[in-house]
Structures are given as C-alpha cells and as structure tokens.
C-alpha cells in the first residue's frame, strides 16, 4: 500500500470556524508532513514530524496546530484562518533521515471565505 | 540559504521533440528528486538522485544529477501529449528530511 489519504477532499469555512484536516498512510513512514500549495506555485513547507515528534516548523502562524497522535495520523487543525489562507493542503510521508522520495496525498483544497 | 531554481517555468512543444528541463541550486547537496503534477492533483515523484552522476530513466524521461556543477536535467525523448504537466525539481540539503522546491516547469505538449 502505498497511499496517503486526506480527508476531507474539499472544505469551505468561515473565519471563525474551527475545523480539521486529517491524513493517513500505512506505509511505515515514521516521517510526515503539511505542505501549502497556492495556484501555479510550489508547495510550501509548513511543518515536518519526525518520529511523531515535531521537528520543523517553517514560523507557521499559529492559526495552523499540527499534531500526529500516532505513526499513522496526521491532524492540521485550523481556526481563525484568513482568506489567503485558502490553498490546497498537501499531506506526505517518507521514511526518516532524508535521501527518500515523499509520497503525497491528494489534498484537501481549502476555502476561507 | 539554500535556491532552487527550473528553468524555462513555462514550455510549450510538439509531439516528438525532445526537449530538457533544467534545475540549478544554490549550495552543496547530492539529493534531488523529481515530481510531476498534473493540473488540480497531488504530487507524484519521478525519480531519486541520490549521487554525482546518478542518472535515472522512465520511460520517455530521463533525470540526471551533476553534483559538481549543482545541476539537475529533465530530458524528455519524443514527446508525448500525455506528458502535459508540472514538474517540480526538490533539492535536500541538510538530510532532515526537508526539500526545497523549484518553481515548477509548465510543460504543454501539443498533439
């Protein structure tokens, strides 16, 4: 299996809407990540776990609250978000200590309105 | 602080040319990887170059790395219009599993 799943596919939410994204994969990745993607731009990192510990936060604001209760989940939890915030959310894992290819999600495409 | 840079970031050809993508970085690293994104989808990874001189091929595309240089090629033989897509060049640095992406290749293929 080597997929990483995100729920959900599409979401649309007020700023003042408390809300969350959810990734998973079953891959034994023990490392895994949050991208933001903006139309025709790269994705952007915003945070890294490493052992469900984590271990890059790129200044992420903290209208953005990462947390992976297991190896297998990923949570981003989102409030008081702003309409730039709206992109696609790319999840991924990888095995840990570099030099291995990251496996993406397909993305939740977020809407902040 | 570590650039990434692809160039040309939009290209436009016929079917059966060749044509190659190039991505230059800014400070050491002998890891690069490759991925192709298709319009409103996910990422998915092409290749892995994990040293000076590794080259990688997949069908109609072929990936190099000159480490020296600090220097990534896409080649891309006769192409096809299913090849219509962005490519993404990541160079990784300090192997803490964090990659920094170029701008992205724009590549449209025309039947």
């Known amino acids: 299996d080597t997929e990483v799943t995100q729920t959900p596919k599409h979401l649309v939410m007020g700023m003042t809407n408390k809300k969350s994204l959810k990734c998973e994969q079953h891959m034994g990745h023990r490392a895994m990540y949050w991208y933001k993607q903006k139309a025709k731009k790269p994705p952007e990192l915003m945070f890294v776990y490493s052992y469900e510990k984590l271990s890059i936060n790129e200044s992420v604001p903290s209208r953005f609250s990462p947390e992976c209760p297991n190896s297998s989940l990923l949570n981003l939890h989102l409030h008081a978000l702003q309409p730039e915030d709206s992109a696609l959310y790319l999840c991924?894992?990888?095995?840990?200590?570099?030099?291995?290819?990251?496996?993406f999600g397909p993305g939740t495409r977020l809407t902040v309105t | 602080e570590l650039k990434v840079e692809q160039n040309p970031l939009f290209l436009s050809m016929q079917e059966g040319k060749n044509y190659t993508i190039y991505c230059n970085y800014s400070t050491t690293s002998d890891r690069l990887y490759w991925y192709r994104q298709d319009p409103g989808k996910s990422l998915e990874s092409l290749f892995v170059l994990l040293s000076n001189g590794a080259v990688k091929q997949e069908g109609r595309l072929m990936a190099s790395l000159d480490t020296k240089a600090r220097l990534s090629t896409l080649h891309i033989t006769a192409a096809v219009h299913d090849l219509s897509a962005t490519y993404f060049c990541a160079v990784e640095k300090n192997r803490d599993d964090k990659i920094i992406f170029g701008k992205g290749t724009r590549l449209h293929i025309l039947p």
């Open positions: 991924a894992s990888s095995q840990v200590g570099g030099s291995y290819e990251q496996y």
